[in-house]
């Protein structure tokens, strides 16, 4: 690895080990792999709290490994073990260690405001330069609101620029919103990293870790997901939901200010 890797390489174990350090180590109670989400369920004092991550689809080829060790026994595993899978090479286990993440995360309505991501944006957005990475649904009618509004995409599409535009556009941007998928595949912490201090940053998605800890990132504010009927999202998952149809199972958008 050259200089930046190695810099990237450690600034990313040390956002991961910290939230992983923040965590209660509840027991497991279940985990759902899903073909396009991953549930992990937790046993805390006050009833099961389930945790969401976008399953990671990419082929890794590994000799001799299994990708999923002990596959039907990982409500034996402790959950922040499970939660340590986050910075695995693996990707099928990121998805699993973000999910982990999001059961074992402690919930806090009072930090809890009544936007959602869309709005945020819009908010923060008008009159200033504009950065969504992630290309999601609402990206058309940002684009149509907010004049130097540009979106970073992995598979661009329409008015869509390359991921590989971010360390050109970020650090000219005020306003930078970055989907949760970046914390699964290892991204974040260098995306963060190309932020101005002053901009303001929103994580968003289901995957998003809704944790204060980002806040000495500098993101102000976390647009994240809670579950409140477990069986049918678990039901949902397992049975190749996309999240519309596990929005409507039983999952609730949440905006969560970060400090």
């Known amino acids: ?5 190695i810099n990237s390489y450690f600034a990313r174990r040390v956002m991961y080990s910290r939230i992983i350090d923040s965590l209660p180590d509840n027991p ?5 792999i899903g073909l396009r989400w991953t549930a992990v369920v ?5 009833g099961l709290q389930c945790g969401l991550a976008s399953t990671l689809d990419e082929d890794y080829h590994h ?7 002990d596959p039907g026994r990982l409500e034996s595993y ?14 099928l286990r990121r998805s699993v260690g973000c999910a982990a993440i999001n059961a074992l995360l402690p919930r806090d309505p009072q930090t809890w405001v009544d936007q959602n991501a869309e709005g945020a944006i819009l908010a923060n957005g008008k009159g200033k330069k504009t950065v969504l990475i992630g290309h999601f ?3 058309r009618t940002l684009r149509e609101e907010i004049a130097d509004f540009h979106v970073l995409e992995l598979n661009p599409t329409g008015g869509d620029l390359p991921a590989s535009a971010a360390p050109d556009l970020l650090p000219q941007a005020d306003v930078v919103a970055i989907t949760g998928m970046t914390f699964i595949n290892h ?39 809670t579950v409140e009927d477990i069986p049918a999202v678990l039901a949902a998952v397992g049975q190749g939901a996309n999240f519309p149809q596990i929005h409507r199972a039983g999952v609730r958008l949440i905006t969560q200010i970060n400090s």
Request: glycine residues 6%.
């Open 137 to 139: 649904p609402f990206a």
């Open 28 to 32: 497991v109670h279940q985990v759902r």
């Open 78 to 91: 402790p959950a922040r073990k499970l939660a340590g899978w986050i910075d695995s090479d693996i990707p």
């Open 42 to 46: 937790v046993k805390k004092e006050q």
């Open 187 to 225: 991204t974040l912490p260098d995306l963060l990293a190309l932020c101005k201090p002053e901009a303001f940053v929103l994580i968003l998605g289901p995957s998003t870790p809704l944790t204060s800890l980002l806040a000495d990132y500098g993101v102000n504010l976390l647009a994240g997901s």
């Open 1 to 5: 690895m050259d200089k930046k890797q």
């Open 63 to 69: 000799t001799g490994e299994p990708i999923i060790p």
